[in-house]
């Protein structure tokens, strides 16, 4: 039996594949009340935006959103766990809940998935998403003690393997490290996951996904897309890519630069564009699609998909674009000692 590694590959190999679009934007599309976020939980706190515990408390809404990504021509489709961790679910007093929603969640997830598969044979997948929380390893949020750290790296390694193990009991196929702001953060996410597949016994594969701060090509903890990339390599991520904070047109340089030294799949999410004034995202569905075609036309991609703003009609758009087009083949640099700092750094031979 083929693992979902070696489906994935297989899959990537004959075409570009693609993942799904944002839930976040969505859900706000559902006007939900205080009432549909907490249900009958009887929680404390508040629960109006917490879009993770809907997978308890209104399981129809996230399952609503995966299959309409699905009907849209999704391959790939993440959990609705951003935030479904200890540390972002404090805020809403449900710290207790987070092993249920992520099983639920994935669980939700994996039916949709294995349904589509039923349904035409063609392979589907699940992404057990983990977003960065709201905490950072490298940088102090006290601008007078540069040395302070609100946590360690060991308990955020743990408060990703929690979520990781419940990722895979729901049925997640891959564990997708998201948005990742601050690489010592995804590198407790790495070893979290790793830590996981050494106990289940079996391949656990890691998707990577990193988001810029600035249109340089850094993200919030001052590392370039390269350094990234040399920064977490050793994990063997079956995708590494970008995702959020841009649209797709100013992600363009800093695609090519990761399609052109990464020996596995890319895969990028872009937002729909900017937001507006308003903090809205109006880029339509045709203009992000001819964007993401230009990377495809230039073999830059593998896996294509939506980050904030995006729809399902952005989806069906991208995956109508790039049907029939030749998937990127994965780089193969040579043997060298590659390092990172801020800054890539490779010895010469």
Same mark, same amino acid.
Not at 49 to 78: F, W
Not at 106 to 116: C, G, W
């Given at each position: 039996?083929?693992?979902?590694?070696?489906?994935?590959? $297989?899959?990537?190999?004959?075409?570009?594949?693609?993942?799904? @679009?944002?839930?976040?934007?969505?859900?706000?599309?559902?006007?939900? +009340?205080?009432?549909?976020?907490?249900? &009958?939980?009887?929680?404390?706190?508040?629960?109006? @935006?917490?879009?993770?515990?809907?997978?308890? &408390?209104?399981?129809?809404?996230?399952?609503?959103?995966?299959?309409?990504?699905?009907?849209?021509? +999704?391959?790939?489709?993440?959990?609705?766990?951003?935030? $479904?961790?200890?540390? +972002?679910? %404090?805020?809403?007093?449900?710290?207790?809940?987070?092993?249920?929603?992520?099983?639920?969640?994935?669980?939700? $997830?994996?039916?949709?998935?294995?349904?589509?598969?039923?349904?035409?044979?063609?392979?589907?997948?699940?992404?057990?998403?983990?977003?960065?929380?709201?905490?950072?390893?490298?940088?102090?949020?006290?601008?007078?003690?540069? @040395?302070?750290?609100?946590?360690?790296?060991?308990?955020?390694?743990?408060?990703?393997?929690?979520?990781?193990? $419940?990722?895979?009991?729901?049925?997640?196929?891959?564990?997708l490290i998201e948005t990742v702001f601050d690489t010592l953060n995804a590198k407790a996410g790495v070893m979290a996951v790793l830590e996981a597949q050494e106990a289940l016994?079996?391949?656990?594969?890691?998707?990577?996904?990193?988001?810029?701060?600035?249109?340089?090509?850094?993200?919030?903890?001052?590392?370039?897309?390269?350094?990234?990339?040399?920064?977490?390599?050793?994990?063997?991520?079956?995708?590494?890519?970008?995702?959020?904070?841009?649209?797709?047109?100013? /992600?363009?340089?800093?695609?090519?630069?990761?399609?052109?030294?990464?020996?596995?799949?890319?895969?990028?999410?872009?937002?729909?564009?900017?937001?507006?004034?308003?903090?809205?995202?109006?880029?339509?569905?045709?203009?992000?699609?001819?964007?993401?075609?230009?990377?495809?036309?230039?073999?830059?991609?593998?896996?294509?998909?939506?980050?904030?703003?995006?729809?399902?009609?952005?989806?069906?758009?991208?995956?109508?674009?790039?049907?029939?087009?030749?998937?990127?083949?994965?780089? +193969?640099?040579?043997?060298?000692?590659?390092?990172?700092? /801020?800054?890539?750094?490779?010895? %010469?031979?």
């Amino acid at each position: 039996m083929t693992t979902p590694r070696e489906r994935l590959l $297989a899959q990537a190999a004959k075409r570009i594949l693609i993942t799904d @679009g944002a839930f976040g934007t969505e859900i706000q599309n559902w006007k939900l +009340s205080e009432g549909d976020y907490a249900g &009958t939980l009887g929680l404390t706190h508040d629960q109006k @935006g917490n879009n993770d515990i809907l997978a308890i &408390t209104k399981p129809d809404v996230p399952e609503t959103i995966t299959r309409a990504y699905l009907d849209a021509g +999704s391959d790939i489709v993440s959990t609705n766990t951003f935030s $479904a961790n200890v540390i +972002s679910q %404090a805020d809403y007093g449900a710290e207790a809940l987070v092993r249920e929603i992520n099983v639920e969640s994935a669980k939700i $997830a994996r039916r949709l998935a294995d349904e589509y598969e039923a349904r035409d044979g063609r392979p589907r997948f699940v992404a057990g998403a983990i977003g960065p929380t709201n905490k950072t390893l490298s940088l102090s949020p006290d601008v007078n003690d540069p @040395g302070f750290r609100e946590i360690d790296f060991d308990f955020l390694k743990g408060v990703y393997r929690d979520q990781t193990d $419940a990722l895979v009991e729901g049925g997640a196929d891959f564990i997708l490290i998201e948005t990742v702001f601050d690489t010592l953060n995804a590198k407790a996410g790495v070893m979290a996951v790793l830590e996981a597949q050494e106990a289940l016994g079996r391949d656990l594969p890691i998707m990577l996904s990193m988001t810029l701060t600035d249109l340089s090509g850094r993200n919030l903890s001052g590392h370039t897309v390269e350094a990234f990339w040399h920064a977490v390599r050793h994990a063997k991520p079956v995708t590494i890519g970008l995702n959020c904070s841009f649209g797709a047109e100013q /992600l363009r340089p800093h695609v090519k630069t990761l399609a052109g030294i990464a020996d596995t799949l890319i895969m990028v999410y872009p937002n729909a564009g900017l937001p507006n004034e308003l903090g809205a995202y109006d880029e339509l569905p045709e203009t992000t699609a001819a964007l993401v075609r230009e990377w495809a036309d230039a073999g830059q991609v593998n896996i294509l998909g939506g980050c904030c703003g995006s729809t399902p009609a952005h989806i069906k758009a991208i995956a109508d674009t790039v049907r029939g087009l030749s998937p990127r083949v994965p780089a +193969s640099p040579e043997v060298r000692t590659r390092l990172a700092g /801020l800054e890539p750094f490779t010895m %010469a031979a």
